[in-house]
């Protein structure tokens, strides 16, 4: 029989909730550290080094200014400034003092101010010109809040406690401020300003954390959604329930990406449009998930535009700290489909722009255009710097890390590898299952850089365990076949490469397969 192609090979990612017999060609039912780019499945990229602390950092924060953007990297009590060459702390009134214990910082950029919130002081802000954080000027005495956003020219808290009062299924929210300043007043009695607030139904239980969307802004509670839209005076705001069949399971867990929001629920992995919501995580990935959650403490979300990913970061039983993701659910919302990668125990991750350039200045830009591996719109395979990065602020081992700019774990190789144990290929032959196939030959469609092993094995029922047949090195710049010779009913696959450098993207593949039998 002639070379059957197969292709679009991994375009629907990893499906681990499935038996790997019921999966479609284009799904893997094992894999790891793989992505998508461009379209192809392949092996994902790794993180550098940015810097080393001399503490555990809990929060990280990119800070875009005029005169040069920075870092605000936060740890358990104290917050620092990065500019690129030096790390300076920048605590309220000197490096003397000590805020209270903040596993998972707040942060939010107010105009050209940078916001901290712990949840346990009074709110901290920053000017670029400044050389410390401050509390948030007229912040209500005795009032503290978990969760602080700005939404249009308001500040809005989504639960609060006063000096002898908890109050967590209210929104407050401060008066009206200038974009470039911050709230001058937030009293709630007074009739001369826009400040306010608004008690929601308390049978979705305590209000966990805010996201906008669209025009809205939508308020997370632990079972249930709403959503906050502006009005004007004299009620400023008006609120409605989304739905109340499930919430949020961790403050962070929820991200935006094309006019929706991702959020992971209790039970399931969600996105909705402000109206209505889906599962995106059901018969793919949603068990696996949530029984290797070890603490739901651990589960942030991270946006990620020029890939079209959403990381949902989470801790397994291999994690140094259960507080600390050292995974990531990735759902690549152009393929529709998820993969997984590792982490390097990361409490928070943060996009910025590149750290230490000066807004506006051509001439930092390094190389030419006839010359550059880079888009507009995505990361190349190179390693070189690109101006918008990805940070982690790397817990236990007390560093930042650049993320997704290199081949390699912090210098370490990566384990890559994607296996389907199950194929039956009757869909491609028009053949019954029972029909016994013999690989006699691969030409894989990869391309990329240095070496990949390629194995294939078979087996004769759906629960039998796989023969494996022995790893074959594919050398990607030069080889175009591997020589096997493996037969069942079902066939399996195996890419995996662990370097340093190496990277890989599979395609297809054309198999030289013919029928040895039908019983």
């Not at 192809?40 to 200014?65: D, V």
């Not at 802004?217 to 409605?240: C, H, K, L, N, T």
């Not at 230490?356 to 390094?366: A, C, M, P, R």
């Not at 190349?380 to 940070?391: F, V």
Request: hydrophobic residues 35%; glycine residues 8%; proline residues 3%.
């Amino acid at each position: 029989m002639a070379f059957i192609p197969l292709r679009n090979i991994g375009a629907g990612g990893i499906v681990t909730d499935q038996d790997p017999y019921d999966l479609e060609l284009t799904q893997f039912p094992v894999g790891n550290n793989v992505s998508f780019h461009q379209g192809r499945i392949g092996k994902s990229f790794g993180h550098s080094l940015k810097f080393s602390t001399t503490y555990a950092p809990t929060h990280i924060e990119g800070w875009i200014a005029q005169d040069s953007n920075t870092l605000i990297v936060g740890s358990l009590n104290k917050i620092f400034r990065y500019d690129g060459a030096n790390e300076t702390n920048v605590s309220k009134t000197s490096d003397a003092f000590n805020y209270t214990n903040s596993p998972r910082w707040q942060s939010a950029q107010l105009g050209t101010a940078m916001m901290m919130n712990n949840g346990s002081d009074v709110p901290q802000f920053m000017q670029p010109d400044q050389s410390r954080f401050q509390d948030l000027t007229a912040w209500p005495t005795g009032v503290f809040t978990k969760c602080l956003k700005p939404y249009k020219s308001f500040l809005i808290m989504a639960g609060y406690e006063g000096a002898s009062t908890k109050h967590p299924f209210t929104v407050r929210w401060s008066d009206e401020y200038e974009p470039t300043g911050v709230p001058l007043d937030y009293s709630i009695t007074s009739t001369t300003n826009l400040a306010g607030e608004n008690t929601l139904g308390g049978n979705n239980g305590d209000l966990i954390d805010q996201l906008t969307l669209n025009n809205s802004q939508i308020i997370y509670a632990e079972r249930g959604v709403f959503a906050m839209d502006f009005i004007g005076a004299p009620f400023v705001f008006s609120f409605r329930e989304v739905f109340s069949d499930d919430g949020i399971i961790n403050r962070g867990a929820c991200s935006s990406f094309m006019g929706k929001h991702l959020v992971v629920g209790h039970n399931d992995i969600y996105i909705h449009d402000g109206n209505q919501k889906q599962s995106v995580a059901e018969k793919r990935v949603r068990q696996t998930f949530f029984n290797a959650l070890v603490d739901t403490r651990s589960v942030y979300c991270q946006t990620i535009n020029d890939k079209s990913e959403i990381w949902i970061c989470y801790s397994d039983v291999n994690a140094l700290n259960s507080q600390t993701a050292n995974r990531a659910l990735v759902y690549n919302w152009a393929q529709d489909a998820f993969t997984f990668v590792d982490l390097p125990d990361v409490r928070a991750l943060a996009i910025s722009d590149k750290v230490g350039v000066t807004l506006g200045e051509w001439d930092t830009v390094i190389g030419t255009w006839d010359n550059t591996t880079s888009y507009w719109s995505n990361v190349s395979q190179s390693s070189e710097a690109n101006a918008s990065k990805l940070y982690g602020a790397g817990y236990s081992a007390s560093k930042v890390y650049t993320m997704n700019d290199t081949h390699a774990a912090a210098g370490a190789p990566i384990l890559a590898n994607l296996e389907a144990t199950k194929i039956d290929l009757d869909q491609v032959l028009g053949t019954a299952t029972n029909t016994i196939k013999q690989i006699n030959g691969i030409l894989p469609q990869i391309d990329g850089q240095g070496t990949v092993q390629i194995s294939v094995g078979s087996s004769m029922s759906p629960q039998d365990g796989v023969t494996w047949g022995q790893p074959q090195t594919y050398e990607i710049e030069s080889s175009y076949k591997i020589d096997v010779r493996s037969s069942g009913r079902y066939l399996a696959l195996k890419v995996q490469s662990n370097s340093a450098s190496d990277y890989w993207r599979l395609t297809g593949l054309d198999i030289d397969i013919s029928e040895v039998a039908a019983r």
